[in-house]
């Protein structure tokens, strides 16, 4: 046991962090006290309009929709780029064959490809998948191949001289060694997806928090257009530091610098 | 201390049958650069053979050559009798970097191998493992991940790793060269306590005179490429060696002779 034993796990310690969202709160008081509500709502307008879409049961219907979406798209890209990243990882060749195009895609904004996707599949969840495909793919295959490439040729040559076979040597080395590679992937992947979702739904989307978000907008409603903004940065953050930070902290220990 | 309990037979260990190690006839070369021309030598099972290259013989290719990892352009690399590959399971090969698994604890690390090649039970590899362990001085750090140990411990876990696995030839590759002075003059000690207790073939390379004088029996001089074995010189310090050995009035006038003929070859390199 290296540390000091805590009473308390790291996250409740306290600290400045506290600090940051009553400082938000109270800065958005102060702020939406200069405007009539109808233009920017104080943050208790807003916990109201949340509890009205709460009663009305279409609360959870908008968190499905865009949640469902978004799993559909992030699990699709992840099989993709681990596809292709370890396939890339490992030949030289191909990854020089792939990367310039992992670059040019990861340049355009992903809802830039929306429209085309609405063309192509139609209005539904489908053409927003896609896009949700399209803004994780990229960067998770990048990653993926960088951590998979980065594997020394000194720790597989250790791994022969000690008898592994190439099977062994697949799963026994380059595995567990592009693990931190795979988790960090798995984080830039999903926060990727979730932005390209909201954007998504904004445009081609009857349901969802960007499509709450976007309706808001159109008729006026700044509650909800602050709840749906404030409904994407709890998920968001509630995905980050519940699973894949942790997921990734697991890793840091023997990660190469 | 506990009470003694009844205890499961323990592995035992033990070297496998030392190796024959014979390198004959050997050419290689890169493109447009000779790097070893009609190489040849034999390692007796048991002999602790140093091979002494100055900078720019070609360590690293003959190690390359030597463990199987690059095949020669014509002659063969023998072990026992049968052609050298990295898989060779009486190869043992300890690098010049430790090359440890990061995420695996120094137990598993040393544990690899035999779990590759499925010998024994769990029970029966931890244990093994832990002997091996052990004999590097190493039993406390089971537990431990590599990035938690120093660079010696790390080396001499690695060490462990690969004697675990009983070979019946030892190369080495520098093993000790990234190590500070002091360390690496206790883990040549090291080194001469185990393979006394082991007596594997052990093939070790060093560009360091001090070193390679007091773990020899027999010291080769690698000639600049493209070359061979430029001298021998037969090592008949007493053993067991310690400090006091690196004093003897022998090992001064050895010291003198192989830096004579290094200096030599860096003079006037064989002709081409």
């Not at chain 1, 292709?84 to 490809?113: E, H, Q, S």
């Not at chain 1, 927003?128 to 495909?133: C, K, L, N, R, S």
């Not at chain 1, 001289?161 to 380059?174: D, E, K, M, S």
Request: aromatic fraction near 8%; include cysteine; charged fraction near 15%.
């Amino acid at each position: 046991m290296t540390s000091v034993n805590h009473r308390w796990p790291r996250w409740l310690r306290p600290g400045w962090g506290w600090l940051s969202l009553p400082a938000l709160l109270l800065g958005w008081i102060v702020v939406a006290s200069r405007f009539p509500a109808y233009v920017l709502p104080p943050p208790w307008d807003v916990a109201a309009e949340g509890w009205r879409w709460l009663q009305q049961g279409k609360l959870g219907e908008q968190l499905w929709a865009s949640l469902g979406r978004e799993l559909a798209g992030f699990v699709a890209a992840t099989i993709a780029a681990m596809a292709v990243g370890t396939l890339a990882g490992l030949y030289k060749g191909f990854r020089d064959f792939v990367t310039p195009l992992n670059g040019l895609f990861m340049a355009i904004p992903p809802v830039a490809w929306a429209p085309l996707t609405l063309i192509i599949f139609g209005i539904g969840n489908l053409a927003i998948i896609v896009v949700i495909f399209i803004a994780a793919v990229f960067p998770m295959t990048t990653t993926i191949q960088e951590g998979v490439a980065a594997i020394q040729i000194g720790a597989i040559r250790a791994a022969r001289t000690l008898g592994a076979n190439r099977r062994q040597l697949l799963w026994h080395v380059y595995l567990p060694a592009s693990l931190p590679a795979l988790t960090a992937a798995l984080r830039i992947g999903f926060s990727q997806a979730w932005r390209a979702l909201v954007a998504a739904e904004m445009i081609g989307a009857s349901r969802g928090i960007g499509w709450m978000v976007a309706m808001g907008g159109q008729v006026g409603n700044s509650a909800q257009v602050l709840l749906g903004i404030a409904l994407i940065g709890v998920m968001a953050w509630l995905a980050e530091s519940l699973l894949f930070r942790r997921l990734d902290q697991h890793y840091q220990a023997w990660r190469p610098s | 201390m506990l009470p003694a309990q009844p205890k499961a037979p323990m592995p035992t260990l033990a070297a496998a049958q030392p190796s024959q190690f014979a390198v004959e006839n050997v050419d290689f070369a890169y493109p447009g650069h000779a790097v070893f021309r009609g190489l040849s030598l034999r390692a007796q099972p048991g002999e602790f053979l140093v091979l002494l290259g100055p900078s720019g013989c070609g360590k690293t290719t003959l190690l390359n050559l030597l463990a199987g990892f690059m095949a020669p352009a014509s002659g063969r690399v023998l072990l026992d009798d049968s052609p050298v590959r990295p898989e060779h399971p009486a190869l043992g090969y300890v690098f010049q970097s430790p090359q440890l698994f990061p995420w695996l604890s120094a137990l598993e690390n040393v544990r690899f191998g035999l779990r590759m090649a499925g010998r024994g039970s769990e029970a029966e590899q931890r244990a093994l493992a832990i002997e091996h362990l052990a004999l590097v001085g190493l039993a406390d750090a089971a537990d431990k991940l590599p990035h938690q140990l120093s660079g010696g411990m790390q080396q001499r876990v690695a060490l462990a790793r690969t004697l675990a696995l009983q070979p019946g030839v030892l190369l080495m590759d520098e093993p000790f060269a990234a190590l500070d002075a002091i360390t690496r003059i206790k883990l040549n000690e090291e080194t001469l306590r185990i393979w006394s207790q082991l007596r594997q073939t052990v093939v070790f390379i060093t560009h360091d005179i001090d070193e390679a004088l007091f773990l020899a029996d027999r010291i080769l001089v690698l000639a600049p490429a493209p070359g061979g074995i430029a001298a021998e010189f037969d090592i008949a310090l007493p053993r067991p060696r310690a400090a006091a050995t690196r004093q003897l009035a022998q090992f001064a006038h050895y010291r003198q002779q192989v830096s004579a003929c290094i200096a030599d070859l860096q003079l006037q390199p064989l002709a081409a």
